[in-house]
């Protein structure tokens, strides 16, 4: 069965400091991965996507991840992260040709001055 | 470019009753997926709708139903309300187009407490 682990329940940087937030999924085959950001109080924002070549995927606000098929995994990088960034995260999976996409439980980033 | 809006935004109910949201997905859409966000966790897949029918269902009981119309929009109805039901319902729309899991843009969500 599909599933989605996000080892980390939160997680605090420093203002400009790097980030890397941990994913790892369970898939009998190639996986649609996601990473979205949610803020209080508001739905899902797409940050980015992978569906299948370049294993580096770019996304918006700065933000990156790399699928690495051996360690099934898809973590999410910024190089120096603002105080904005502060919400929380969600990886997700879905099947190809699928409707329903699986949800990590998130991770939840807090940045400090 | 309209974006997904969910009404109403908060919404308090008690255990028994019943309870209907409404989600308008966004322009050039043609599916809507229904989530379950209980507090502190990821959301839960409830249904998807395609064509005016259920394309597929999460592990929900069937007092949680739903319905697409011909624009698109979409409704969530929930019988028989039980506490474990307070969380937030987040409704996403994507294009559905012939194959793929493709991205969802999510509304900001119902906040439904029950008492």
């Known amino acids: 069965a599909q599933s989605v682990t996000q080892p980390d329940i939160h997680i605090t940087v420093s203002e400009g400091a790097s980030l890397e937030l941990r994913c790892n999924y369970s898939?009998?085959?190639?996986?649609?991965l996601f990473w979205y950001v949610q803020s209080p109080g508001q739905g899902l924002q797409l940050l980015l996507k992978?569906?299948?070549?370049?294993?580096l995927v770019q996304g918006i606000k700065g933000f990156e991840a790399e699928f690495k098929r051996s360690q099934s995994s898809f973590n999410l990088r910024k190089p120096s992260v603002h105080w904005s960034d502060a919400a929380e995260y969600f990886c997700?999976?879905?099947?190809?040709?699928?409707?329903?996409?699986?949800f990590g439980a998130g991770t939840r980033l807090f940045v400090k001055a | 470019e309209t974006g997904v809006t969910q009404s109403p935004t908060h919404l308090i109910k008690t255990r028994g009753q019943q309870v209907t949201l409404r989600c308008s997905s966004q322009?050039?859409?043609?599916?809507v997926s229904w989530y379950q966000q209980a507090l502190g966790q990821g959301p839960q897949f409830i249904f998807q709708?395609?064509?005016?029918?259920?394309?597929g269902r999460g592990n929900f009981p069937p007092r949680f139903s739903g319905l697409q119309f011909p624009n698109y929009s979409s409704e969530l109805n929930v019988n028989a309300l039980e506490l474990d039901d307070s969380a937030l319902y987040l409704c996403?729309?994507?294009?559905?187009?012939?194959?793929?899991?493709?991205?969802?843009?999510f509304g900001d969500g119902t906040r439904l407490s029950i008492l």
């Open positions: 996403a729309s994507s294009l559905f187009a012939g194959g793929g899991n493709q991205p969802q843009h």
């Open positions: 898939y009998g085959a190639t996986p649609y």
């Open positions: 992978y569906f299948s070549g370049d294993t």
């Open positions: 997700a999976v879905g099947a190809t040709g699928g409707f329903k996409t699986i």
């Open positions: 322009s050039g859409h043609n599916t």
């Open positions: 709708y395609y064509r005016e029918e259920e394309n």
